[in-house]
């Protein structure tokens, strides 16, 4: 039975497909994957007796119940069933390997009707056609392209909120749909808005597609630390070609918003606390998805998001309340948003928090005015899930009609899922709410449509036909092991890594040990592959490297948060007879990503009372961590001789690890959030301030002083962080000039030399401080970095160019302005280990 299956199961609602991954070390394990709903089942426990199989699972939202399922093989088939709570049993047969894409039947029906070219269209032309077609609309109508419906009301057991899905496309009610995913499930909503609804107008599909659609890449907290905004646009783009194929148009993303809080989940979903480099990637991810055009078939619609300072929720904790200064939203969290923008980002989605006491989502100064009037936005504003009605929830409207009135009078275009917007007709009626308004915001929907080409041919993102060429391919598969490669970060090593030429030289036996030693989840939250079964674990990737198995010892340990009966008894007994251990610790990926925010950001319990026993041996202990924010390691983190930050590294993560770990790929990525050395430094992060009462070399020991009285101030690891299996020096920073003036440039010079015996990459970052300002400026600040190869002895010397535009920020008296006065320029390998020089500029 070991190997993969498949088996298609015929319910009440739909076709499904499970895949089934077997596989087998000291116990059988089982993976689970199905479509077209890709279900993140998490199996528990796996049972063999004979030919039968029996295992039972959990999934996130349905807390202590179980899935069970059980297999009976003969031959090349199966026979079994399985028993969902909420849906009953389903009886199964099946048979190896991955099996026939269900799309496939589509073909036939879809290709017929698809047009083979559509006209290209100006933007005059869409505005002309628009216009006649808003003049044949009602109000009502106007307002049906205005809400976003979830794609299925199919649950496993939650209530049904509104009419279904179907019943609000065909009555014009829908304009966009949430998650279909599945492009069946796509062309079967489609036909009925273009053969059933008034005007016939095709939908939008929108999904959530954050670091891959089939082919999984790193989280982007993960793909952030490549600081390669090239190889992160090369991954969206292949994100888009592979969601396209299957209808989704419109996508949920970038998440751009700046994480300075590891207790909130959701840092794991953008680039880190950094706005240069928030802004880079922002740039990125919305010319990978968007590609050239919006009318190729094979791009999506980036959606920035969540406009704005989500990230700043107090406590870390999801959805809370955000309570910053305009010098912080605009120095800080504004930057990726306005280079989302700049990059043509045809959407905006609002963040669920307050912003002077008002919830975002009915707030006119920043969304009417800061995003569309000031930064000129003229796309299409989406509420995030239910932020309309929640403007109620807030307390700042009395209920969801005039939460309804607010949104709409902030210019908010897109309702998604609840449906406040019904009272929009009988609001314009009243006069709360002008005509025009609606009409606006059915303006900026139908004109996407143009753009998209979906007006013209309804169902050219429905492409059965792509999906097997696409999904998963070897070329993108690649791309994602490149990228988990350049975004893992070797935080720390006394020389035990690589594994094959390291201080522990040649080795006999290694043992692999931890819940991520042979664990598939490995692709991070907000992922809804199909071929998570698929994901290759950290043991796969080191037995591909052709360590042979008898010396590749592995014990699970412990859950990820659960003591396993007897398990650390079995991770001592195979620890003791290995040279070097590997402790593949962290978080499963339902411990970050939206509603996932932790109180300690610590590994939990269980784990740390199995490192604390494979410590004690005494052994060389490398741990490979697993996780979707930074932790606080404490005296873990002092005790490995070698530490690697994987995050969730996606499809290929245990490949990559496997070569990172023997030294096939120098590991080259930085951090791009600090890790705090105690949770109560956090928020920590490198470009804060300096207070009137900062620390110094010669202070460190007086009272009144800005600093804890029981620990440091300084995170462990610092942003821009980041060890190779080689060494850099940096020598002879040099500026060509002491004082620009006006547009003038001056440029920083420094020598960079790979001191060590193999070749490597590293990242070269340049920080300038404004020493004085009409408001304090933080004390660096990320201005330009280089990422250069150097092989062993080599030395570069590395330019960087200043002027004007690096000087520049917001301040209340003189808006985006450049200050004259004194700054310094700091060079160097992380932003807490760099050379500087001062330098001056005189004014404009
Ligand atoms: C999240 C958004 C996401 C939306 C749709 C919300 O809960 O905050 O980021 O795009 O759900 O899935």
Redesign the pocket.
Known sequence: MIGLWHAIANTPKMRLKFQFKIARKTGYTLDIASEPLAIPFKVDSVAVEGNTLRGTAGAFWMPGQSIVVKLTFDGDGFEGEMTIPGMGRLPLQGSKGRGPFLSEELIDTVLPLRKNEIPARSDEEIDREVEALLGRMTLEEKVGQLFQVPASNFSFGGAVETDPPEKLVAEGRAGSV??AFDVARVFELQKLAVEKSPHGIPLLFNA?IIHGAQTIFPVPLAWSCSWEPEAVKEACAIAAKEASASGTVYN?GP?VDIGRDPRWGRVVEGAGEDPYLGALMAKAQVEGFQGATLADPETIVACL??FIAYGAAEGGRDYNTVDISEMALRNVFLPPFQAGLEAGAASV?NSFNIYQGVPVAASEPLLKELLRGELGFDGVLIS??GAVEEIAVHGHARDAREAAGMAARATMDIEMATRSYEFLPELVEAGVVPEATVTDSARRILRLKYKLGLMDDPYRYVRPEKERDYHFNEEHLQASLELARKSAVLLHNDGTLPIRSGKAGRLERIALIGPFADSRDLLGPWQFSRFSHETVTLYEGLLGKGIPPERLLYAQGCGVEEPLPGGIEAALEQAATADLVVLALGESSDMSG?AASRLSIGLPEPQLRLAEAVLALGKPVVLVLTNGRPLVLGELGERANAILETWFLGSQAGNAIADLLTGDYNPSGKLTMSFPAHAGQVPVYYNGFRTGRPVTDSNANSKFISKYIDGPNEPKYPFGHGLSYTTFTYSGVRADRASIAGDDKLTVTVTVTNAGSVAGVETVQLYIQDVHGSIVRPVKELKGFRKLRLEPGESKVVAFAIGVSELRFWSPANGYAAEPGAFVAYVGTSSADTLSIGFEWTGA
Request: aromatic share 10%; net charge negative.
């Open positions: 949430l998650g959530d949920h998440m998001k969540h989605m995030d899930y939206e």
